[in-house]
């Protein structure tokens, strides 16, 4: 069955430090990867989409990781902020040919105290 | 910029009660899908849909119908609500192709009692 596992569950850091999140799968055939952003009471907004090929790709103080060999990915949040505070999301897709099939992780709940 | 919109925001039903929850978007995209979220688990699929007039179930279609007569709107509709169904819905948009980016709506608390 296909599986996207992440941790920590949960993240307490201080504001300004950096943290790192991790996502493990075995969802195959992989098409892309995904991390999304869930404010408490919102959507989850798309923070990066990394295909194969992509090792890194950064949207502003948010990088995440590839490896495909292994099956992992990480997300990286630098100089952390209040804002920052929401469940991030790890999301293996895979691809149907007409539609993308998307297996989400249940999330990793960071909070960012002063 | 719209987006994508969910109504209502809230809803409270009785057990043997249906309801249509709507989801409309303004970005011409071709793909939509219906998603719940509960505690502790990933968000799952429930129906999808790849263009006006064509559906399909997803992880976990008992208890829902889905119609697409246009390309803005895809209501789900609950036949005959039962406390499982208690859950956050949601509903996301996207262009067809591999790659492409999901969009997601604010969400439809429900609750079921």
């Known amino acids: 069955k296909n599986q996207v596992e992440q941790s920590p569950q949960s993240l307490i850091i201080l504001e300004g430090k950096n943290c790192t999140l991790q996502c493990n799968y075995t969802v195959s055939p992989f098409s892309n990867l995904r991390w999304y952003k869930q404010d408490t009471g919102r959507g989850p907004v798309s923070l990066t989409i990394m295909t194969f090929s992509e090792n890194t790709k950064s949207n502003g103080r948010y990088t995440a990781t590839l490896d495909a060999d292994t099956k992992q990915s990480s997300l990286h949040i630098t100089a952390s902020q209040l804002s920052d505070s929401a469940s991030y999301i790890c999301v293996v897709s895979e691809w149907s040919g007409t539609a993308s099939k998307l297996t989400f992780g249940t999330g990793t709940r960071l909070q960012v105290t002063l | 910029n719209a987006g994508v919109t969910q109504t209502p925001k809230f809803q409270v039903l009785k057990t043997g009660q249906s309801m249509t929850l709507q989801c409309a978007q303004d970005m011409n995209h071709e793909y939509m899908s219906w998603y719940r979220q509960d505690p502790g688990m990933g968000l799952r699929l429930i129906h999808y849909s790849v263009g006006a007039g064509i559906t399909d179930q997803g992880e976990v279609p008992n208890g829902y119908n889905v119609s697409r007569s246009t390309t803005e709107d895809f209501p789900l509709r609950l036949l005959s609500a039962a406390p499982s169904q208690t859950s956050v819905y949601f509903c996301?948009?996207?262009?067809?192709?591999?790659?492409?980016?999901?969009?997601f709506g604010q969400g439809t608390r429900l609750t079921v009692v």
């Open positions: 996301a948009s996207s262009h067809t192709g591999r790659h492409t980016e999901a969009f």
